[in-house]
């Protein structure tokens, strides 16, 4: 496996079901992320995990749990989700190094859930 | 006044064409702009990247920026239908040392199609 992989790739779920979304990147990155992309939206940074920090944006719902087990897995718990939070989960992952003053996003290919 | 705009499109060009792809914003901190390509069912991936005001070119494609007028473009000479994507624009103020990400602002992406 290269780069960034995300399971499942389709996930359609009740408002009642808990269901995780997994991330992994084999890039030997230092930083993942969580993105929401919907429809005619822009994407939505959702989660940022680094080795040293996790940056949550405040209005993300609770029904929303990230996870960051180590530097390579990400995942993203799922419950009681409702029909709006349909849309595309995109995980990415970046090296951020001192001193450079780029940090280039590695997307995955995205999570197309679908809350009935 | 959203702090990224862009054009949705779809926009759709003869082979051959120069496309422009073009984003305005808001926020005067903004230094950093990219432009990610996000083929269907894909995520997106990144195509250029620029640091302040000026141009850089990369073989068929220049990306522009002009923060005086808060507008910053993507060029796409000699397109082919490979070009197919959505277009997403996104910036940010600024980089943290160690992974952990300032607001990366995306645009809500321009859907490009390139006939034959």
């Known amino acids: 496996e290269t780069g960034v992989t995300q399971t499942p790739r389709h996930l359609v779920m009740g408002m009642t079901n808990k269901k995780s979304l997994k991330c992994e990147q084999h890039?030997?990155?230092?930083?993942m992320y969580w993105y929401k992309q919907s429809a005619k939206k822009p994407l939505e940074l959702m989660f940022v995990?680094?080795?040293?920090?996790?940056?949550e944006n405040n209005s993300v719902p609770s029904r929303f749990s990230p996870e960051c087990p180590n530097s390579s897995h990400l995942f993203l718990h799922l419950h009681t989700l409702q029909p709006e939070d349909s849309a595309l989960y995109l995980c990415?992952?970046?090296?951020?190094?001192?001193?450079?003053?780029?940090?280039?996003?590695?997307f995955g290919p995205g999570t197309r859930l679908t809350v009935l | 006044q959203k702090e990224v705009e862009q054009d949705p499109g779809p926009l759709s060009v003869p082979e051959g064409a120069i496309v422009s792809l073009n984003c305005t914003y808001s926020?005067?901190?903004?230094?950093?702009f990219m432009w990610y390509r996000q083929y269907s069912r894909k995520g997106p991936e990144l195509l250029m990247y620029?640091?302040?005001?000026g141009n850089k070119e990369d073989g068929r494609f220049t990306a522009q920026v002009d923060k005086s007028s808060k507008y910053i473009s993507l060029f796409i000479r000699d397109s082919q239908p490979s070009d197919s994507a959505t277009y997403l624009c996104?910036?940010?103020?600024?980089?943290?040392?160690?992974?952990?990400?300032?607001?990366?602002?995306f645009g809500k992406g321009t859907k490009l199609s390139v006939k034959p």
């Open positions: 990415a992952s970046s090296q951020a190094r001192a001193g450079e003053y780029t940090d280039t996003q590695y």
């Open positions: 890039l030997g990155h230092n930083a």
């Open positions: 995990y680094s080795l040293e920090e996790r940056v």
């Open positions: 926020n005067s901190a903004f230094q950093y």
């Open positions: 620029t640091y302040s005001s």
């Open positions: 996104a910036m940010s103020a600024t980089w943290n040392y160690g992974g952990s990400q300032g607001n990366l602002i």
